[in-house]
């Protein structure tokens, strides 16, 4: 793989909500658990997180091309049928889940504060290290091996008073509670994920 050295003009790049350094921004990504690319406004992939394994292998030589070079031919139409969607603002997102390890993978349309279209975000984890997590219920005194009741430090956050924000503009989604029989993976890190588009 050829390597890049990041860069940025200034040494601290300033947020709304706050600053980092670049080699801030460049360890947050890599220790995420699930992985993230981006596809500019002219359908270039132009960036990915450098997880050290991840579910869709990207190499910097596929930077910088178009969509082409990310997918087979036969799932080209859907994809830009997608593109097309969250480009013209018919869409914000679109959420697919596939494979044995149930991968997520979001394309969320990313716009400026004036609505500009800039690119699309790729999101991508397996919802079974999820669900293995609900299965091994890790607490902090689980964790640490200490009895957190006694902090001083008080959460502000009500489970039940928090309400999950609207987003999608796209068709109404079925208001029926979904559930599922299934039995969670025990080791959602092995296996390749089934493709989304197949």
Do not use: C
């Not at 009741?149 to 509670?177: L, M």
């Amino acid at each position: 793989m050829t390597d890049i050295n990041p860069y940025i003009k200034d040494a601290v790049v300033q947020f709304k909500t706050g600053k980092l350094d670049l080699k801030q921004i460049e360890a947050i990504f890599s220790v995420m658990p699930f992985e993230i690319d981006f596809i500019d406004e002219n359908d270039n992939f132009i960036y990915f997180s450098n997880q050290e394994s991840r579910i869709n292998p990207r190499t910097a030589d596929q930077l910088n091309e178009s969509m082409e070079a990310l997918h087979p031919a036969n799932v080209l139409p859907r994809v830009y049928q997608m593109v097309d969607a969250l480009k013209s603002g018919s869409r914000d997102k679109f959420e697919i889940i596939s494979g044995k390890h149930h991968t997520y993978n979001g394309y969320f349309a990313v716009r400026d504060d004036d609505g500009t279209y800039l690119g699309i975000l790729v999101f991508t984890g397996q919802l079974d290290y999820f669900t293995n997590l609900i299965d091994e219920n890790p607490t902090f005194d689980g964790i640490l091996g200490t009895d957190v009741s006694t902090s001083t430090s008080q959460s502000t956050y009500d489970p039940d008073k928090f309400v999950a924000p609207k987003y999608d503009k796209g068709p109404e989604q079925d208001k029926k509670t979904q559930t599922s029989n299934r039995e969670p993976a025990k080791d959602a890190s092995t296996g390749a994920s089934d493709s989304w588009l197949s």
